[in-house]
């Protein structure tokens, strides 16, 4: 990847996107692609919509999720500590010793020191009702001068830069999805295209693809790309017989089953094949728990698929992918929309 585009992906990696506060990302995200796409709009849900028009049929959606797992404070105690409740499925054992943000407010969760603890006690499942934050207010009077009830929190951890091309950060679920799709929707704004595009980021995907059944309805498209991180499984204590042997560095994993429709998945393997982009899969029996499956379900029914981008430990502050695959995912998604045309037929058979 360019160094260019390694700036923008950081810039975006630096914007926090907890479900329900999306106003800062989608505020950055319609700065970054004004110039590319025609009149950007935002519904009341806070989904925003990327245009680009042209008079041919189907309609295309392109959807990244633009939220991140958080978490929110429930309340404060009287000596200024602030008590919190996940946002989406947040794993409390990967919580305490981390460093937090609320708006500008610094924090961190404690955790009592393992010299506490008796020799011969086991260490105790963590949870997240029982952690506090500690912003480093004397009393209750002062936190609450600082943040309110409801303000939501993340994780303060920079981007880290690994070897091969390999980057690690929190809430790369999904915010490395809506870099592919700016990218994508970038490079399509250059091309002469036969169907109409629309991209969006859809919000709150975290606590239950609230964005994607809204923004999908008002946008009406006849097919969906759901753009997404999926679970790359090669790393230790990964159960690849039971979550399927899927690689960083071996290409975007698409989904087959039920929410997916089949002669669009043979349309992006074709794709692939000509541009020589490899291809890995994830069996979805039953709804894949992304934004794809509110898509599906949209109106009469959408013809969509599910495209996953590798990822190594999901909803951690160490999420990482591969920006090998990434470029992957932009490439095979502007090939297939550039030869896209108003003579597929959807209908499975
Ligand atoms: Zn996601």
Same mark, same amino acid.
């Given at each position: 990847m360019k160094a260019a585009a390694r700036k923008r992906l950081a810039q975006l990696l630096a914007v926090p996107s907890p479900s329900g506060e999306e106003g800062a990302i989608q505020a950055h995200v319609a700065q970054q692609l004004r110039p590319s796409v025609k009149g950007i709009h935002r519904d009341v849900h806070g989904n925003q919509y990327y245009p680009l028009p042209?008079?041919?049929?189907?309609?295309v959606m392109l959807c990244a999720h633009c939220d991140e797992i958080g978490l929110m404070v429930r309340g404060i105690d009287e000596h200024g500590f602030l008590q919190i409740s996940p946002i989406?499925?947040?794993?409390?054992?990967?919580?305490?010793?981390q460093r937090v943000r609320i708006g500008n407010v610094r924090g961190v969760i404690g955790c009592p020191p393992?010299?506490?603890?008796?020799?011969d006690e086991k260490p105790k499942p963590v949870s997240i009702d029982k952690l506090w934050v500690d912003i480093?207010?004397?009393n209750k009077a002062e936190a609450a001068r600082r943040v309110t009830i409801g303000d939501a929190l993340v994780l303060d951890t920079p981007v880290t830069w690994l070897r091969n091309d390999r980057i690690a950060a929190?809430?790369?679920?999904n915010r490395i999805g809506v870099f592919i799709l700016m990218e994508t929707l970038k490079r399509l704004s250059r091309r002469r295209l036969a169907v109409d595009v629309m991209g969006v980021t859809s919000v709150q995907e975290e606590v239950g693809l609230r964005g994607a059944t809204t923004s999908g309805y008002r946008c009406d498209p006849q097919v969906a790309i759901n753009l997404d991180v999926n679970f790359? /499984? #090669?790393?230790?204590?990964?159960d690849g017989a039971r979550w399927g042997e899927t690689a960083l560095s071996a290409g975007p994993i698409l989904a087959r089953g039920a929410g997916v429709n089949p002669q669009l998945l043979t349309a992006f393997q074709a794709v692939a094949k000509q541009n020589a982009i490899p291809l890995q899969y994830r069996a979805e029996?039953?709804?894949?728990? /992304? #934004?794809a499956s509110a898509l599906q379900r949209t109106r009469g029914g959408v013809a969509t698929l599910d495209m996953g981008i590798p990822n190594r430990?999901?909803?951690?502050?160490?999420e990482t992918v591969c920006l090998e695959d990434v470029t992957h995912c932009v490439e095979l998604l502007t090939a297939w929309v550039a030869q896209c045309n108003g003579t597929s037929d959807y209908t499975p058979r």
């Amino acid at each position: 990847m360019k160094a260019a585009a390694r700036k923008r992906l950081a810039q975006l990696l630096a914007v926090p996107s907890p479900s329900g506060e999306e106003g800062a990302i989608q505020a950055h995200v319609a700065q970054q692609l004004r110039p590319s796409v025609k009149g950007i709009h935002r519904d009341v849900h806070g989904n925003q919509y990327y245009p680009l028009p042209r008079k041919g049929k189907p309609r295309v959606m392109l959807c990244a999720h633009c939220d991140e797992i958080g978490l929110m404070v429930r309340g404060i105690d009287e000596h200024g500590f602030l008590q919190i409740s996940p946002i989406g499925g947040v794993d409390g054992s990967t919580l305490q010793g981390q460093r937090v943000r609320i708006g500008n407010v610094r924090g961190v969760i404690g955790c009592p020191p393992i010299h506490f603890r008796a020799s011969d006690e086991k260490p105790k499942p963590v949870s997240i009702d029982k952690l506090w934050v500690d912003i480093g207010a004397r009393n209750k009077a002062e936190a609450a001068r600082r943040v309110t009830i409801g303000d939501a929190l993340v994780l303060d951890t920079p981007v880290t830069w690994l070897r091969n091309d390999r980057i690690a950060a929190r809430g790369l679920d999904n915010r490395i999805g809506v870099f592919i799709l700016m990218e994508t929707l970038k490079r399509l704004s250059r091309r002469r295209l036969a169907v109409d595009v629309m991209g969006v980021t859809s919000v709150q995907e975290e606590v239950g693809l609230r964005g994607a059944t809204t923004s999908g309805y008002r946008c009406d498209p006849q097919v969906a790309i759901n753009l997404d991180v999926n679970f790359a /499984t #090669d790393h230790p204590h990964a159960d690849g017989a039971r979550w399927g042997e899927t690689a960083l560095s071996a290409g975007p994993i698409l989904a087959r089953g039920a929410g997916v429709n089949p002669q669009l998945l043979t349309a992006f393997q074709a794709v692939a094949k000509q541009n020589a982009i490899p291809l890995q899969y994830r069996a979805e029996p039953e709804a894949s728990g /992304t #934004d794809a499956s509110a898509l599906q379900r949209t109106r009469g029914g959408v013809a969509t698929l599910d495209m996953g981008i590798p990822n190594r430990y999901m909803h951690t502050a160490v999420e990482t992918v591969c920006l090998e695959d990434v470029t992957h995912c932009v490439e095979l998604l502007t090939a297939w929309v550039a030869q896209c045309n108003g003579t597929s037929d959807y209908t499975p058979r």
